[in-house]
């Protein structure tokens, strides 16, 4: 019997789109392709967002049920406070539960790490390395005995500095494989699961230099080659990697979503206010201001939005918000309305939009924690929404919150060491893919 045989390894590609692992870069990826005996897809969650889209995958639940929107939540009835998703707000059972000891790394939401059999390294919403972010917690003293430095959990990437974010990008990812090497080696382990969220970051930076459709495209730069050197880096440390994995070993390569060009960002309360569901009594002073509270006539404001991805719209509900305009009986009749107008919004140059705006009751069958009343995905996420205001325009070029090329997609990857019994190239929902991988890699 092969040493590993029973064992399963998961490497999370954070971002990662079937675009440059199936087609762009293949036959350039030794040891990941080698990986991929099998090529599969993901549909992503409600919203395609890494936070919640890695607790959709590992816990089969919906957004709803785990009452998770996205990094950020709203504070009821505070109309500018909101509060960070973290690994508390997920209380279902784990992917990994039942499986034996476990080796975890960078896994969203891992922070503040919880106890598991075996070890976890948290994730990239850890808020530095002189926090708590092991369980066990003498792990870390471990860690950074191994590294001589601190542990890296993410990159700015939002910086014009392109320069920095490489050099910062390289480090970290080099020092997360090393860690999980570590861990693999020196460990008991039954399951073991890595995220990479440079992966993300990578795109997200470099994605306009990468893709000649993007629409601020340059025709020559020495950053065009910053994304295919990126993934073969990755393909170098997973070879690497591979070295402390026990052959027999099933491995599944998988992403939370894609990654496609952004075309630009709405000011989405721009567009609110002329629609005339939101009225400010002071006007901002510059381009780009966030959308404070005192800036809003609330007594005659029927909803406000937020950016992001995808935008998040609330509505100023009597009895709910501190200045409520809108009776509770009349919510469904004003979203109706609201859906019905972004259904209508074109480009800047009249271009039709494919926009699709939902209560979070059509997409869930449960709605936990703190929902918000609309979520909307601009052109089908071809543009990004920007909560800001201010600007001369509704449509702007680029991100409202630093740079920024990349949009999520809703289709990212499914691979396998080995064959599933599944049709190659089939679209598996994010809520069933690593269950149906691994239900099928304990089988064989």
Known sequence: MPEGEGRILVLGLDCAPPRILYRDLRGELENLESLMEWRGMVRSSHPPITIPAWAVMTTGKTPGELGLYGFRHRRPGDYHGFYIADSRMVRARRVWDGLGRVVLQGIPPSYPP???????????????????YTWPASLKGEIESLLGRPYVFDVEFRIHDKDRIVRGLWEMTRIQFKVFKH??????????????IGVDRVHHAFWKYYDPSHPRHPERS???????????LVDELVGDLMEAVPRGTRVIIVSDHGAKAMKGALAVNQWLEQEGFLTLKRRPERPGEDLRPGM???SKTKA???GGYYSRIFVNVKGREPEGAVDPGDVPGLLEEIKSRLRKLTGPSGEAWDTKAYTPSELYPETRGDPPDLMVY??????????TIGWPSMYLEENDRGPDDAVHDWIGVAAASWDPGIPEGEVIDIKEVLYRLIDSARAG
């Open 114 to 132: 919880r106890p598991v059999r075996g070890v976890l390294v948290s994730d990239f919403i850890t808020p530095g390395p002189e926090k708590q």
């Open 183 to 196: 861990l693999l080696k020196t460990r008991k382990w039954d399951f073991a699961m890595t995220v990479q």
């Open 222 to 232: 020495k950053y065009e080659d910053v994304i295919p050197r990126y993934y073969k």
């Open 296 to 298: 809003v006539d609330w």
């Open 304 to 306: 406000w939005a937020w």
């Open 378 to 387: 601009l052109d089908d996420l071809n543009w990004r929404a920007a909560g």
